[in-house]
């Protein structure tokens, strides 16, 4: 079936240095993707979303790519700081019966901050 | 303003039993959604309400599953004869209909239940 996945389960960085969080989806046909933040005892929280038709989109401190080609995303978070650190998800949209959009989130990577 | 809104934060319930969960989503928010998340499984899609309908229930793993939503607002998550592997934290999303946030969805901080 069609999936949303990361590559890596764990990334640890040093406090300053940029962080690079990976994800390979499978559905080419998926128009719109968001990266969620998710840390301890909360919800995911919506952190920045690109469309198909964009290869890049930058956000505070944050910047998706997206390359159609080979069906990846990245997430790159610049001068990471220890309030950085959560369990960070892609999503892929796709539309549901009635107009609504269905997330499909991948196993999340976990980013460490090291001080 | 205040975000989505989701009790109890825990729940403890034994086999066999029925539950409840309450989902307050943002005000003038007509999208509401639900998810689990459980170990292994990651985030999935339970049901999508648009208004006090739900067009989409796809998601649901049985029919001890059923959702409701009255007024365009508050919606109920209620799982009946609970089992262990319904063990989970329950998250609820809202998001506008239309205009260019309708993508974005905006979640609460989840109901953890844990099955006996």
């Known amino acids: 079936g069609e999936s949303v996945g990361l590559h890596l389960p764990t990334l640890s960085v040093q406090e300053g240095d940029n962080s690079i969080i990976n994800c390979a989806y499978s559905?080419?046909?998926?128009?719109?993707f968001i990266w969620y933040k998710q840390e301890s005892g909360k919800g995911p929280q919506f952190i920045i979303d690109?469309?198909?038709?964009?290869d890049k989109r930058q956000g505070q401190r944050v910047t998706v790519l997206l390359n159609k080609t080979v069906k990846h995303l990245s997430l790159q978070i610049a001068a990471t700081q220890p309030g950085d650190s959560a369990v960070y998800f892609c999503?892929?949209?796709?539309?549901?019966?009635?107009?609504?959009?269905?997330?499909?989130f991948g196993t999340g990577t976990q980013l460490k901050v090291e001080l | 303003g205040a975000g989505v809104s989701q009790s109890p934060s825990n729940k403890v319930t034994e086999k066999g039993k029925d539950v409840e969960l309450r989902c307050d989503p943002i005000?003038?928010?007509?999208?509401l959604y639900w998810y689990r998340q459980s170990l292994g499984q990651g985030l999935e899609f339970l049901i999508y309400f648009q208004g006090n309908s739900a067009p989409d229930k796809s998601g649901l793993p049985s029919d001890r599953f059923s959702a409701e939503r009255t007024g365009g607002s508050v919606s109920t998550l209620t799982i009946q004869r609970t089992q262990q592997e319904d063990s989970a934290v329950y998250l609820c999303a809202s998001s506008p209909y239309e205009g260019g946030a309708k993508n974005i969805q905006y979640f609460g901080a989840g109901t953890r239940l844990s099955v006996l």
């Open positions: 005000s003038g928010h007509t999208a």
């Open positions: 999503a892929e949209i796709t539309l549901l019966t009635g107009g609504g959009n269905k997330l499909t």
């Open positions: 690109i469309r198909s038709n964009m």
């Open positions: 559905n080419s046909a998926s128009d719109y």
